[in-house]
């Protein structure tokens, strides 16, 4: 949940702040990348993330609850059905603030601000496997258990997930890095030979 | 309410203006067409950020 913002708000009042963040939401969702003023984007920022997570929780409460703020029912179904699982593998983040310089009109700071689409970068997406995967072992750990007594059960199936984790993650990462390794090692070990003879 | 009694003397605003000094920005180069640039911007020469390019911050006047 993001923290209340303190100070004036934006525009004439609260009413005014939310129908311009609202405004700020829409557009952002319809075009995907807006360039509005820092102020506004680091704003924005919180109420379109929180949107985005409506959008991935997808049921129609959720629906509801991002059509008080997007008053554009088109907007909305193209947040729910084609941004919502292009971010499906994302754990927040979505959006992204660059800063691009003072306008020209009156000097005013601006900023991009994009939804993040790209899908999920190698190392992220180990990670998120990895932790997919002790979820996984730990479910299937679950039901064996529950044949055995009560009170082993709870420390055992804590106990699984852990140990199983890291050697995964370890095998994954293990063999990309052996397979450079060997022909590396050949080449000196074949001079070694040669300068002996 | 309270009002100066005397006209300042030019001396004196001079004086007190001289200590009215710009200081100059810490510019960074940019690391694609090496212009210089503001930190944590966009470059306003070629628009690069984060090996992404944004067309909106180039800046043709200037």
Redesign the interface.
Known sequence: MPTPTKGPRLGGGPAHERLLLGNLATSLFEHRRI?TTEAKAKRLRPLAERLVTFAKRGDLAARRRVLTVVKDKGVVHELFTEIAPLVADRPGGYTRI????PR?GDNAP?A?IELVLEPLSPKQATVAEATAATKRAAKKDAPKKAAAPVEAAPAEAEDAPVEEAPVETAEVEAAPAEAQDVPAEDVPAEKDADDTK | MAVPKRKMSRANTRARRSQWKATPATLSTCPKCKAPR?S???C?SCGA??E?T?A??I?T?A
């Open positions: 360039t660059t800063k691009i310089g020209k601006m991009v | 503001l944590h911007q966009a306003p950020y984060n992404r944004y909106e911050a800046r006047d």
